[in-house]
């Protein structure tokens, strides 16, 4: 299951009907904390929390996999057909744009970042799966496990996500990064 479109359909459905995560967490009795990081791809929803937030949503389950299924051969997504996805906004002013929202089943989700200057994310925060970074323009701060390692325009790093990290710009012009995730099977 694609973790990043299954967090963005329920984060769509809650603010389509004008939900907040406090109002979805009362009629769903799940915490909101668990919530945010559902909508923010953090963690991979059980299929009893999915059933309590289709509820809580009045959603069909069905409606909410419908299309998960299927799997184009090949996905070309014009520069101009980048989805923008919002990621833990009150953490970071980080701009995702998703490099492959139209193949609906993937083991991987490719982003382009742009970090604006002195911006980033506030805090380091592990999740699911691995990553892959690659700078492909500017430079920037790259902190994992509270190590900060600075990289430039060519430089990559590869490494787990369950281990707390982030990226931040402390230059004076945007930085531009290719981020690839890969989650976790269920």
Do not use: W
């Amino acid at each position: 299951m694609n973790l990043v479109e299954l967090a963005s359909r329920i984060r769509s459905v809650r603010v389509r009907r004008g939900y907040t995560l406090e109002h979805v967490a009362k009629l769903s009795g799940l915490a909101k904390g668990q919530l945010s990081k559902v909508e923010n791809f953090r963690v991979t929803p059980s299929l009893p929390t999915l059933v309590k937030l289709c509820q809580a949503l009045d959603l069909p389950l069905t409606e909410l996999f419908d299309g998960l299924d299927e799997k184009p051969r090949l996905s070309i997504i014009r520069g101009d057909e980048r989805k923008e996805v919002e990621r833990d906004r009150d953490q970071s002013d980080i701009r995702y744009q998703s490099l492959a929202h139209l193949q609906p089943n993937r083991s991987m989700d490719p982003f382009e970042l742009t970090i604006p200057a002195k911006g980033g994310r506030r805090e380091a925060l592990p999740h699911e799966g691995e990553e892959f970074l690659l700078v492909l323009a500017g430079s920037i701060h790259f902190e994992f496990n509270g190590d900060i390692y600075e990289m430039a325009q060519g430089d990559a790093a590869y490494f787990g996500a369950e281990i707390a990290h982030r990226v931040l710009n402390p230059g004076e012009h945007d930085a531009r990064v290719l981020c690839v995730f890969l989650g976790r099977p269920l």
